[in-house]
């Protein structure tokens, strides 16, 4: 389980090609005046529906990227923005709930597939580069005499202190692309006034209800911006 998620995501989390010595990259970022950051990753398997019977149980991978001990260049502790995520409250859960339940109206709940790792760090995050643990060193590494290598991180990963914030803009982002405007005063709801649909985002998962002629238009709009799983009825 461990062994896919990680073949999963290095598929494109990592420039692999670009690996260079610690060492090299705290010179040229020393040299060029710009931070840099450096992390690893930590490896997690649980066993999903362990109260059930075994034919019910599954064995669940997870790779994240170790938020608590990034440092710069220096070898200092990175400090990162307390600005946290928006709050998505149980109210606008039920207001989209009820609406769905409305005449003309219908609804369903989606979540994003690993919603993180779909968009690339922002320009505004410094130059990550993260270590690996020696048995997921690529077969091109042998013989090359590393000692401490690093592998810039192009994508977002679960466990980045600010993953979720980055998260949270790109979808901001791409609902409004899409003619959503945000309902004041409640941060995770958005109103398209002519396709009359309201989304209400947590995180990876949106609960969308509305008239029920447009929902599978919102369907395909977001699609166009992020892999999405099947769709389940409010």
Not at 96 to 121: E, S, T, W, Y
Not at 207 to 225: A, F, M, P, Q
Request: hydrophobic share 40%; with cysteine.
């Amino acid at each position: 389980a461990v062994d896919s998620e990680f073949d999963t995501l290095a598929k494109r989390t990592w420039l692999w090609k670009l690996v260079k010595e610690r060492s090299q990259v705290i010179a040229e970022a020393k040299r060029s005046g710009y931070t840099v950051h450096f992390g690893t990753i930590m490896e997690l398997c649980h066993l999903k529906h362990a109260e059930l019977s075994k034919e019910l149980q599954k064995y669940k991978g997870r790779i994240v990227f170790r938020g608590d001990i990034v440092k710069d260049e220096d070898g200092v502790y990175a400090v990162f923005s307390e600005q946290g995520a928006a709050a998505s409250k149980v109210e606008a859960a039920r207001f989209v709930d009820a609406l769905a339940r409305m005449p003309g109206c219908g609804g369903f709940n989606v979540d994003a597939i690993k919603a993180f790792n779909q968009i690339k760090l922002p320009d505004t995050c410094p130059s990550t580069w993260c270590s690996m643990p020696r048995h997921r060193w690529p077969k091109e590494w042998e013989g090359r005499g590393f000692i401490d290598p690093v592998v810039p991180m192009e994508y977002n990963l679960y466990g980045h202190p600010l993953a979720g914030k980055f998260w949270e803009d790109y979808v901001d982002e791409a609902v409004k692309k899409e003619g959503f405007k945000p309902i004041p005063g409640w941060e995770c709801l958005y109103f398209h006034w002519e396709l009359r649909v309201v989304i209400s985002v947590y995180v990876d998962d949106f609960k969308i209800g509305g008239d029920s002629r447009n929902l599978d238009t919102v369907l395909t709009r977001l699609k166009k911006h992020m892999d999405l799983e099947e769709t389940l009825s409010n």
